[in-house]
């Protein structure tokens, strides 16, 4: 089946994606880490599809009857609208679907919001998996994408114009410092000096610093390396705000959505723009959805005790040939790589 001409509610109303979402590593769920693989131009349709069924399901299939599903998303979007400087999908809690008229109701309740567009036309910058690239913008803010990921701004940039951009997947940012002496509150600085990501229902609001942003679909980190960040989350009927100072790392996440913070070593978070993956007693899950994340694998554990193994050390982290058998050596397993799958089982297997 062709899938490249799926919309969001395509995606939302497919029960082997929905299937994909409850469990990734189902047999649906392999199918389509492996199809995201191969289509990385589908990333920001299928990441706002993933946490649509992610916040509605919580985990369970829903199948959407074909009569209502085109009239019920309609009816869904008209009714829970709302302005485009909001959001895309932030969620106060986790609720099962209820199919037919209900499922307006439903979404009410728990929240639906929409990502800010850009106005005008857009140009897309895009890194290829296991790869990084390199990006000076207008203004001069330099951003370093990781594998995987996106980065959308608007395609002509003026001395006036807003600062903005949009991202999914993995970024460093250095923001060139625009504002005058004088301006040191971010919320108050003019549109065109401050520097705005939008990225997993965040706005993440500076004047010129240096930051990581990791947006996936199911979650989302802010780490500051140096300045000042401003954290806006749009709930349904209220906003959260957080000022960041260096050394904080910022998260939100489908499970949790309210902004949790806490005190990190930045470098550990910006190493792999140096080629290197610092772990400081991670945990071999965090280390697979890593490598789902920027190299587009389709990572299997034959046993589930190598997921609860912790790993602290420096691997590298451009250069999977080397990566993957320092890993295995790390953790004492064998490792196999055959095609865009990669396997961790014991070594007595």
Known sequence: ?????????????????????????????????????????????????????????????????????????????QALHTSRTQPWLSWQRRTRLLVGTSVVAVLAAVGWWQWPTATGPTTQYAAGPGQQRTLTLPDGSVVVLNGNATLT??????????????????????????????????AAAPANAKFVVHAGGLDIAVLGTQFNVNSQPTTTKVVLSSGKVAVDRHAWFSTENLLMQPGDLVETSAAAPHLARRRVQPALYSAWTQGELRLQQTSVRAIVQLLRDAYGWQVEATDSAILHQTLSGILPANAPDLLLPALAKSLGVRVTHTGNVVRLQPLAQ
């Open 1 to 77: 089946m062709d899938f490249t001409n799926y919309s969001v509610d395509d995606f939302v109303a497919d029960e082997s994606f929905q299937a994909f979402v409850a469990d990734a590593d189902s047999a649906a769920g392999r199918f389509w880490q492996a199809w995201l693989a191969e289509h990385p131009t589908h990333k920001i349709t299928t990441d706002q599809a993933y946490a649509l069924v992610q916040g509605l399901g919580a985990g369970q299939l829903y199948p959407v009857p074909a009569a209502l599903k085109q009239q019920e998303l309609l009816r869904l979007r």
């Open 153 to 186: 701004t608007a395609a002509r940039w003026t001395a006036n114009s807003s600062r903005e951009v949009w991202l999914t997947g993995e970024a460093y940012f250095r923001v060139a410092h625009l504002a005058a002496p004088a301006v040191r509150d971010i």
